[in-house]
């Protein structure tokens, strides 16, 4: 009778793991960044929550203008050592207070600042709930 519960619990645990997996996968094809774009969040086509937080990484020796919704973010945040931008709406933004519900575009516009000039630009929308 033991044997049966053992087997039991082991197949329930493997239903769960399974389970666990399907949720947790994301969906849809890897998205190809161009250099020097290292990551960028919120994921392309993903919905995120009305107080999330857009940022972009980029290769060090690098400089960004960031447009969401077609408006220049004026003072986005900027780590040095690390490349990395982010921006979120907050109450004293000129931009926007919150995410509102449906689509968002952002692109970022960049600039080398060393060496020989590179310039490019990246374009991605995500959903706000």
């Known amino acids: 009778m033991s044997y049966r519960l053992l087997y039991v619990a082991l197949g329930l645990l493997a239903l769960a793991a399974v389970a666990l997996g399907v949720v947790f996968t994301r969906e849809g094809d890897p998205v190809e960044l161009p250099p020097p774009i290292e990551a960028v969040s919120p994921d ?11 940022e972009v990484d980029l290769e060090i020796g690098y400089e960004a203008t960031i447009f969401v919704d077609g408006v220049p973010i004026p003072d986005p945040s900027f780590v040095p050592g690390t490349g990395v931008y982010s921006w979120s709406p907050n109450p004293a933004s000129s931009v926007m207070t919150e ?9 970022v516009e960049w600039r080398r600042v060393t060496g020989t000039p ?6 991605w929308t995500f959903r706000s709930s």
Do not use: K, L, M, N
């Open 118 to 123: 590179a310039v490019g630009s990246f374009e």
């Open 44 to 54: 392309p086509g993903s919905t995120v929550i009305r107080q999330g937080t857009v």
């Open 99 to 107: 995410w509102t519900p449906g689509d968002h575009t952002v692109v």
